[in-house]
């Protein structure tokens, strides 16, 4: 009976140490350490690549919607209201497209879709301004002609993260063809 007893208390508890654990926490500690600020660099670089896409989207219906309606159509940095050009090379407020009739760059618009307008401006998509970035044009307008041509191209784009780190920057640039380019660049001072 004694090595019954014996053997019942020489068995081990399942379990872990203490310095099994300091262990473990320091290991995920370390890889906390170096994957966290990873983690958080592809957000921010992927934040600044969907805003410079919104604006590559915008510029490609305005050429898309002037040689399928055979009119001039503009892109502008817009106002707050976001219904007018703002008149500014600041595009963080946001731009609107629309089909710009009488060659101006004011988007004289009236009622009734834009389907139904044949004689007058019509807006045809409104996007809001970027967060947490800076967007500056070299013009405060895209002029795309019928046939896809910009008539004051080229225009550059430059799109900084406010935390910007490395290359977190973006340069987009429309061709006087009226193409868009877009080139990750290093964060100016």
């Known amino acids: 009976m004694s090595e019954v007893c014996t053997t019942m208390s020489m068995e081990r508890h399942k379990g872990f140490t203490v310095v099994e654990l300091l262990i473990t926490i320091v290991v995920v500690s370390i890889l906390l350490a170096t994957g966290v600020p990873s983690i958080l660099q592809m957000v921010k670089n992927n934040r600044v690549t969907m805003q410079a896409n919104k604006l590559v989207t915008s510029v490609q219906l305005g050429r898309n919607e002037a040689v399928k309606r055979g009119t001039r159509t503009t892109v502008c940095a817009a106002n707050t ?109």
């Open 81 to 189: 209201t976001l219904d007018d050009c703002a008149g500014s090379s600041n595009w963080a407020n946001g731009w609107i497209v629309f089909s710009n009739l009488d060659n101006d760059s004011t988007a004289d618009t009236g009622t009734g879709e834009c389907d139904d307008k044949k004689d007058e401006d019509c807006i045809m998509r409104t996007s809001e301004g970027i967060n947490n970035s800076t967007l500056t044009g070299s013009d405060n307008a895209i002029h795309f002609l019928p046939t896809g041509l910009t008539d004051n191209g080229p225009v550059t784009f430059t799109l900084t993260a406010n935390d910007c780190e490395k290359e977190q920057e973006r340069s987009i640039i429309v061709t006087l063809q009226g193409h868009t380019t877009i080139a990750s660049q290093a964060c100016t001072p």
